[in-house]
């Protein structure tokens, strides 16, 4: 009779053996085995991009039937963290998620009430983007405050935040880094430090992106060292995004720089007090921090006396907050432990995708504008001009982005249902300009205070009705990427 460790060695062998066989295409891209038959085989945007590693450790983990969160999940939490260089990683079951309790751990009571968001406190963002990186501050009863995108780099008009700043209301800054190009950082931390606001960065399509500040400005904020692993140049403090504001989230949806179906996480980047509230918000709002199956980590679970409860009421069941459950599962974990290894070279195939594609359609500017990284003031084969700033990034691209030029004899729509007529898959700017979404409409008739607004928003408006976005993920091969290029050229041909 086999015992059980030898039969879930078995299991995992032919595990490993099926998904070899069944799961072909969705191998990274410089893998020869995966097959592409341009104009029948599907480009998409995005996809999965996993080996057998994912798949046995799926089932490992579920044969082991832990399910919620557990030894795998508190793995990948510190495995995240220490890639990234932060306090304390937190998995949620997704980056909604990860942007609500990241917005609702900075209402908690704890705070000092200054620096508490309360109800009608203002929350400053940028207009076209993900509305789930805008939802949770109204969800939390603030008030977002919208400015303008910059079309060349999808990201915030960081001019506009003094005027969107209002002093005893403004709390907080929170906006994301735009389809992996990293925002003005450097401009927002200082906005952020005069006025002494939160700052949350929605890293969800930017895990492994990095922002470079001159050494005295990044000290005069202070930033001391890169992020781990990341090489000093002696002129430069280097670290990923997600690592410079208080509070950071990420999505593991399969879109995103690394997956476990669904999932995402909350990153505390230096105050680690911060954890205790988030991870309240995340596991029902409860006072104890005790992992699922641990008791009495505190040493005095019937001593405690809190609210109105009597003394010595089990901690277990004691609530400080309104929360939710947002936990994934172990075996999500167990799949975001495998592609957290191979993170490294899926960046890298993001970054070698889009200049690619940047290369393979240069020569088409009377067409198409095309997006530069913060920073940038110009692209050639060569590599990026910089602005006089002094600060630079060097984008993980989540997308190639171009914006069809008014000029063009042919539109946004009808460049985006040729690709689709291809089987290229290509996707609009999320929700473009937020402000003219139906929940954003209907809000303003119920609620006119609910939001308020910086000013038109011609940067947002031109991203909703220009731009589209090509996929960069580290499943395209060469003769995919060589296709796309050559249909676009081909369409602008015909026009």
């Given amino acids: 009779m086999p015992t059980p460790a030898a039969l879930k060695a078995e299991i995992l062998r032919l595990t490993r053996e099926y998904s070899a066989l069944m799961h072909r295409a969705n191998r990274p891209g410089t893998d020869e085995a995966v097959v592409f038959e341009p104009g029948r085989t599907s480009v998409p945007y995005a996809a999965r991009v996993f080996t057998e590693d994912e798949v046995e450790a799926a089932v490992g983990a579920t044969l082991d039937f832990w ?73 939390c009863g603030a008030v977002p405050v919208f400015i303008d995108n910059d079309p060349v780099t999808g990201n915030a008009r960081v001019e506009q935040l003094e005027t969107a700043f209002t002093a005893g209301k403004t709390k907080a800054v929170m906006m994301a880094h735009t389809l992996g190009n990293p925002f003005d950082l450097g401009a927002v931390l200082e906005f952020c430090r005069r006025h002494d606001l939160w700052l949350i960065e929605d890293n969800c399509d930017a895990l492994g992106c990095t922002y470079s500040l001159p050494v005295a400005r990044a000290r005069a904020l202070g930033f001391t060292e890169n992020s781990p692993d990341l090489p000093a140049d002696g002129t430069h403090i280097t670290r990923y995004t997600g690592t410079w504001g208080d509070l950071s989230t990420q999505s593991f949806y399969p879109p995103h720089h690394l997956t476990m179906g669904e999932g995402g996480a909350v990153n505390i980047v230096h105050r680690p007090p911060l954890k205790t509230a988030a991870e309240s918000f995340r596991d029902w ?15 005095k679970r019937f001593e405690w006396q809190i609210g109105e409860l009597p003394k010595g ?50 020569d088409l500017g009377d067409y198409f504008e095309f997006s530069l990284p913060t920073h940038a003031s110009d692209w050639t084969t060569a590599g990026f001009s910089w602005d006089a700033s002094g600060a ?15 000029s063009a004899p042919f539109s946004q729509t009808q460049l985006a249902r040729h690709l689709e007529s291809k089987k290229i898959g290509n996707r609009a700017l999320f929700g473009g300009n937020l402000l003219r979404q139906p929940a954003f409409v209907q ?28 996929g960069t993920f580290p499943g395209l091969t060469p003769t995919m990427l060589d296709y796309e290029i050559a249909t676009i050229r081909a369409f602008v041909r015909s026009k």
């Avoid at 999500?332 to 290369?359: C, D, H, S, V």
């Fill in 67 to 139: 399910l919620t969160l557990g030894p795998e999940g508190a793995a990948f939490e510190a495995e995240l963290a220490a890639f990234l260089g932060v306090k304390h990683s937190l998995l949620v079951n997704s980056g909604s998620s990860a942007n609500l309790v990241a917005l609702s751990t900075l209402t908690t009571h704890k705070l000092p009430t200054p620096k508490r968001v309360q109800p009608g406190d203002e929350v400053i963002t940028v207009a076209a983007g993900f509305p789930t990186t805008v939802a949770p501050i109204i969800q």
């Fill in 285 to 299: 709002g409860r006072d104890c921090w005790c992992a699922s199956g641990v008791d009495n980590t505190c040493g």
């Fill in 313 to 362: 009421y089990d901690h277990k069941y004691i609530y400080s907050h309104l929360g939710y459950n947002l936990k994934p599962l172990d075996p999500q974990a167990a799949i975001g432990r495998q592609q957290l290894k191979k993170l490294p070279a899926f960046i890298a195939a993001r970054k070698r995708n889009w200049e690619t594609l940047r290369a393979g359609l240069a």
């Fill in 392 to 406: 630079h990034c060097d984008p993980s691209w989540f997308g190639f982005m171009l914006r069809v030029r008014p």
């Fill in 443 to 470: 809000l303003q008739k119920d609620r006119p205070q609910a939001f308020r607004v910086v000013g038109a928003m011609p940067g947002a408006d031109e991203l909703m009705q220009r731009a589209l976005f090509l």
